[in-house]
């Protein structure tokens, strides 16, 4: 493990706007111990994913984004704004869903709902409007009067998500989004998280340890490991790339088929007696390899796009620990 | 956003000035506290004691009621400093102590077990207007039964009594005010300290109680071992007594004794300590619930 600072481009710096995070040597310490270690990169995705395992940092990035504990070191922006002088600003625009149980007792959920807007700075009424509108958006319209102990672990999710959301922040951070919910509720979860995505208002940080809620929602992924940034994937770029990847299974002659493919100026790559290994070119489209097939009497048995899997990032991220950044 | 739409949208209308905000959390609490019915009860109970002062000045002033009620006028107790102290603001500053009890010790701890805190304070609200919106619960409702009831009475007097009354007393309004600001502060950082560091509100409450009566036990024992008033400075209802004395121009500090040559001398088992040191004190205790607070009130703990 490598004692420098972990300091990664994440993102091309093209766009003129400032980007959604933007790390500067962000450390943390807690009673002398380094939580996280100069962090460095800027982060411009709709979607972004923060992994790591258990005690990788980043719950407190999320917490020192908001302001909640002091960097040692460093700082970092968000939408161009310093955390550490524009706390107050940074707060207006973020929205929070923390990990762990978080209510007001003996409130209804309606009201809880509004009673944050309110302290984000809605005037009351505009406020009760947007609760009785963020709590339809997440489904508990019909819960919406009744009491918050008394709703179950997933009603609570909901309800946390409705009070991120219910001030129209352009910045949600949900820590955990998905912890303790049944399949249906998560898949529930996971499709809200998206449609805010798609909506283009609101950009996302997403802190989980389940690989697949990342790989469902986020366009970039940020890995942490003992409190590094270890590794930056472009989801996004990188489904695009891999989709140039192709694996054939066929039955039938293969010699007229790679020729016509070659023609094509495809890279190919025999693996077996009827497997074939492709690079497609930016022109090219699968269909034209179905095109071909056909044309030189080949079966395509089965088609694959070879691509590594976020697990397989994951992994080897941490596996290396080295800072890197994931490429096709 | 309709609410039949269920789009994610931002919010694009006016903000509440921040400065209002914190006076969310009591609008909140108050709605609250005033649903129990032992609460609203206690109250309003509370303005009777002013009502019934209401009456003996009116009465002061009424010759045909005094005679009505054969009341001879010099078995009334006079309108002075000591009756705004001792009938107005002592008697109101207990009964405050009491409301301040049942409803402060419930109010940052209710929000510490349940986690709300890293909702609130991740919204453009500080620890500190948590702070003030949480002390406002209990320094509105302590108000509105000390002070503010003591100033109409204070205007009461002046009015029957006259202008030339009104402007030989004006001393005795501030003291009102500033004698029930006093405690009243005292009351509201000491309820949420407690209240931040003691979750069970029972318990809290007994905290409470123990804070303000031990301390006495405590004064008493300390001023008999060093043959001494200043163990008084320990004891919470002294040094309030005391600055509402001085507040009152009622404070004794100094006594003095004769000694065997016949010189004057000050007699320490009698003298109280001067009044800037139950002042200072006040400060110190005031500024001890700060320092308490600001360590409990915040989104997260962080355990070294």
Redesign the interface.
């Known amino acids: 493990m490598p004692d420098t600072a972990a300091s990664i481009k994440v993102s091309p710096t093209t766009n003129a706007e400032p980007p959604v995070i933007d790390l500067q040597g962000l450390s943390v310490t ?2 002398g111990r380094p939580i996280l270690r100069e962090l460095n990169g800027q982060l411009r995705g709709r979607a972004i994913g923060l992994l790591g395992p258990n005690g990788a940092g980043k719950t407190t990035l999320i ?1 020192t984004l ?1 302001g ?2 002091a960097p040692s070191a460093g700082t970092a922006s968000i939408f161009g704004r310093d955390i550490r002088g524009d706390a ?2 940074i ?2 625009l ?3 869903m ?1 990990e ?7 409130m209804s959920c309606v009201h809880f709902v509004r ?2 807007a ?6 009351p009424a ?1 406020a009760l409007e ?1 609760a ?2 963020a709590l ?2 997440v489904g508990l ?1 019909e819960a919406r009067y009744r009491n918050l102990d008394t709703f179950s672990l997933g009603m609570k999710q909901l309800a ?1 998500l409705a ?1 991120a ?1 219910v ?4 910045l949600i951070f949900l820590d955990e989004p998905t912890n303790g919910l049944d399949p249906p509720a998560r898949t529930r979860m996971i499709k809200m998280i998206r ?2 995505r798609d ?1 283009g ?2 950009n996302i940080v997403l802190s989980s340890h389940l690989l697949r809620d990342v790989e469902e929602c986020c366009e970039e992924i940020v890995i942490l490991k003992d409190g590094r940034l270890v590794t930056y994937c472009n989801l996004e770029e990188e489904r695009r790339a891999n989709k140039k990847f192709l694996m054939l299974e066929t039955r039938g002659d293969l010699k007229p088929f790679v020729s016509a493919v070659n023609e094509l100026d495809c890279e190919y790559a025999l693996t077996g007696d009827h497997r074939v290994k492709l690079i497609l070119q930016e022109q090219t489209e699968v269909r034209d390899i179905y095109r071909l097939a056909a044309q030189t009497n080949v079966q395509i048995r089965r088609l694959s796009y070879k691509r590594d899997s976020l697990e397989d990032i994951f992994l080897k991220a941490m596996e290396n620990g080295e800072v890197s950044e994931a490429r096709p | ?4 739409e ?11 000035p ?1 400065w209002s ?1 914190f006076l ?1 959390i009591p609008r ?1 609490a108050l709605r ?1 506290v005033f649903r129990s019915k032992i609460f609203t009860g206690l109250f309003l109970f509370s303005f009777v004691w002013p009502l019934v002062c209401a009456i003996l000045i009116y009465l002061h002033h009424n010759v045909a009621a005094l005679t009505g009620l054969q009341i001879p006028l010099r078995d009334l107790v006079s309108i002075d400093a000591t009756f705004f102290r001792l009938w107005i603001v002592v008697p109101q500053g207990y009964l405050g102590f009491f409301l301040a009890m049942l409803v402060g010790p419930s109010q940052v701890s ?2 510490l ?4 805190l ?9 620890r500190t207007e948590y702070v003030a919106g949480k002390m406002s619960i209990v320094i509105i409702l302590l108000s509105a039964i000390t002070w503010a009831p003591g100033l109409i009475l204070f205007l009461l007097q002046s009015y029957l009594e006259g202008w030339s009354w009104f402007s030989q007393n004006i001393p005795i309004a501030s003291a009102i005010f500033i004698g029930s600001l006093v405690w009243i502060l005292l009351l509201a950082l000491m309820t949420q300290t407690i209240s931040a560091w003691v979750r069970w509100r029972l318990a809290s409450r007994a905290v409470l109680l123990g804070v303000f009566f031990i301390p006495s036990i405590f004064s008493v024992v300390v001023n008999e071992i060093f043959r001494t008033q200043w163990g008084y400075l320990f004891d919470l209802q002294a040094l309030i007594w005391n600055i509402w004395s001085g507040l009152f121009g009622q404070f004794v500090g100094q006594q003095t004794v004769i000694d065997t040559m016949g010189a004057e001398q000050i007699d320490p088992l009698a003298s109280a300590p001067p009044l800037w040191a139950s002042w200072l004190v006040m400060f110190l205790i005031c500024a001890a619930c700060l320092g308490l607070l600001s360590r409990k009130v ?3 703990e ?3």
Not at chain 1, 100 to 106: E, G, N, Q, W
Not at chain 2, 1 to 4: C, I
Not at chain 2, 118 to 126: C, I, N
């Open positions: 807690f009673g917490h908001l909640f504990h107050n600003q707060k207006g973020v929205g929070y923390p762990r149980d978080a209510f007001i007792a003996k009673y944050l309110e302290l984000s700075g809605l005037p505009a947007r009785h509108e339809f958006f319209g946390k009070q959301i001030h129209g922040p352009k449609e805010i909506s208002e609101a | 956003m309709a609410v039949l269920r789009a994610y949208k931002p919010y694009v209308g006016p903000l509440s921040q905000r969310i909140d609250d209710r929000d077990t349940n986690n709300a890293p909702l609130v304070l991740s919204r453009p609200f500080s915040k989104a997260y962080v355990v070294k």
